[in-house]
């Protein structure tokens, strides 16, 4: 049971592992937020830059209160309208200390038992352009 | 000691599940490979279609082989030349069914014990345009 145990840990480590390398090593810059509270549980370092703000200052931060005219519930509700079933909703935002328009491409799921949004954070039509790069 | 085994398994299914979205959700094409053996450990779809085959077909063949001029050996002795320190290793390499050029980035990282390969394919150049896109 100790080696099943410890096989389990090593997983989870590998897991862990691949997680963080791939938040850093994507090119797109996302955020992770709890929908129900609306707060950053994870952010990687190109969205921070984007965000203008140390990584360390967002985490546990609303993401609604760096974009004009945005509260937790209105973040909410534009995360939760699919263009097409299946496809992220996408809608633009302004960010408050830039005024930086950014298109916003979301998707919720849920994760043990929490809703999550996964966000990513791009110039308007960004996402459009590399969609299309590799077709 | 039960609860707290059944929190580590809650926390550890959450990782995956935030992994798994992530493969999914990043406009990135995406590989992982066993350094050692330069088996493909994970593909997202993305990379799939840039292959052209499917996803299933790809889990455990050597990456190296899709490629005009490569092997195991080759591949990973690229992936070790980085342009500079903490930067991925950038090389062009064509997909020997369609004779289409594509640019790999790529990291080594160690994963419980052993050493894997992330892997971006991308269009000749478009990894520079993602770079530059929000700065």
């Known amino acids: 049971a100790q080696i099943a145990l410890e096989r389990d840990h090593e997983a989870q480590r590998e897991i862990d592992t691949r997680y963080r390398l791939l938040m850093d090593f994507t090119n797109d810059s996302i955020a992770l937020i709890s929908v129900g509270s609306g707060l950053i549980v994870d952010i990687n370092q190109s969205a921070a830059l984007v965000l203008g703000r140390a990584r360390s200052d967002l985490l546990g931060k609303s993401l609604a209160d760096f974009f004009v005219g945005h509260s937790r519930d209105s973040l909410v509700s534009a995360l939760e309208k699919p263009q097409q079933a299946g496809a992220p909703a996408n ?17 919720m799921f849920r994760a043990s038992g929490e809703q999550l949004a996964i966000i990513r954070l791009a110039e308007p039509g960004a996402g459009v352009v590399a969609d299309e790069r590799l077709s």
């Open 91 to 107: 809608f633009e935002v302004e960010v408050k200390a830039s005024q930086r328009k950014l298109q916003l491409a979301g998707k």
